[in-house]
T-cell receptor, first 114, second 112 residues
């Protein structure tokens, strides 16, 4: 079946602009995660969604970052007033349920802020 | 919160040699430890994992060992092949959490 998909694959924007990154999880997966991967860094947790529960936003680095998950499926990560330090690869992952072991990652969106 | 340290950051080996990547964690409540492989330009994929009630797990050429007392776990790859070249990430997850904490990754280079 189809894996996790993300769009766009690459995004170049100017400092100060807003961007939206999209994630389509595997059908039926109730848990969804967003991570940020900067050059030479690990996977930095941003936000976690589980079903209809309130998301865990503890990893969001500033109030410029927000995310939504509509209908328990597609998720959008929004970064407002982008800064150069926001440049990174943004990865989405899903898993079958809360607490399930394996996370299935998407291909990522490479964001470059000029 | 959990803190995961991973070493080395880069590991270069000759084809056929063994490779070992080590991680330490801080939270003694962590009970699940996955390893992900990320080939260049591709997405991370789970290659092996271990739970805290097991000391070692093997899958063909890869194995993971866990020392709960010392709070460290390691990935062992034997008979390395060029296709093993990738970045490997360890992670630790506390029993009551759904969010793993990842290490910074190890870039493994296998020279033919």
């Amino acid at each position: 079946g189809a894996g996790v998909s993300q769009s766009p694959s690459n995004k170049v924007t100017e400092k100060g602009k807003d961007v939206e990154l999209r994630c389509d999880p595997i059908s039926g997966h109730t848990a969804l995660y967003w991570y940020r991967q900067s050059l030479g860094q690990g996977l930095e947790f941003l936000i976690y969604f589980q079903g209809n529960s309130a998301p865990d936003k503890s990893g969001l680095p500033s109030d410029r970052f927000s995310a939504e998950r509509t209908g328990g499926s597609v998720s959008t990560l929004t970064i407002q007033r982008t800064q150069q330090e926001d440049s990174a690869v943004y990865l989405c992952a899903s898993s079958t349920r809360s607490g399930a072991d394996e996370q299935f990652f998407g291909p990522g969106t490479r964001l470059t802020v000029l | 919160g959990e803190n995961v340290e991973q070493h080395p950051s880069t590991l270069s080996v000759q084809e056929g040699d063994s490779a070992v990547i080590k991680c330490t964690y801080s939270d003694s409540a962590s009970n699940y430890f996955p390893w992900y492989k990320q080939e260049l330009g591709k997405r991370p994929q789970l290659i092996i994992d271990i739970r805290s009630n097991v000391g070692e797990k093997k899958d063909q050429r890869i194995a993971v060992t866990l020392n709960k007392t010392a709070k460290h776990f390691s990935l062992h790859i034997t008979e390395t092949q060029p296709e093993d070249s990738a970045v490997y990430f360890c992670a630790a997850r506390e029993g009551g959490s759904y969010i793993p904490t990842f290490g910074r990754g190890t870039s493994l280079i296998v020279h033919p």
